[in-house]
């Protein structure tokens, strides 16, 4: 059984969602901790009541972010984690922490990466009359947003307004991260270092990764 240490800044509902599909045993994996830099962040509350070990590091006590990023990476590191998964954590890493854990730490973006890293993805979608719009899973790397790609969930713009598209992006969001998150805990999913390739076992890839399109 894999140990997971999930990031978060904010409510979790990607949180809820791999908590549930550890619930549901879909997911052979434990969450040992969920580490927020935000003390009023409500995953905080959604992993208490899951009866999951929480724990706060306020960027706002560190100077600079690599005093914070040697903190967050202490923390992790006595932890000894299988995987990190990025669930909504609103710092941009250093180096430091994807270069130790290479291969370990997952994000989830919403955007067809390479498509808009960074912010306000879905008004960006909406102002280039993009036909489709998605969420991107993928590795950390050192450069935001450009680690490797593992899956793509897509969806139709169908005339949405920005609240609208957010809605049905998070909906793809809780459907297919939770599924990378299995397969890597049931190891058909791992990165080989020496290779610096991503391998996948008994599943079907596109273009070197999971895609896949959603009617929601």
Known sequence: MKKIIVLISGSGSNLQSIIDNINSKNIKGEIVEVISNENGAFGLTRAKNANINTFVLDHRLYKTRDMYDKALLKRLSSLNPDL???AGFMRILTPII??????KILNIHPSLLPLYPGLDTHQKAINNKDKCHGVSVHYVSPVLDGGPLIAQGRIVINNDEVSTLIKRIHKVEHLIYPLVIKYICDEKIYFDIALNKIIYK???VKDD???KDYEI
């Open 209 to 211: 990764i999971i895609k």
């Open 98 to 103: 994807p270069n130790y854990f290479k291969g």
């Open 84 to 86: 990190i998964i990025m």
């Open 202 to 204: 008994d599943i079907d």
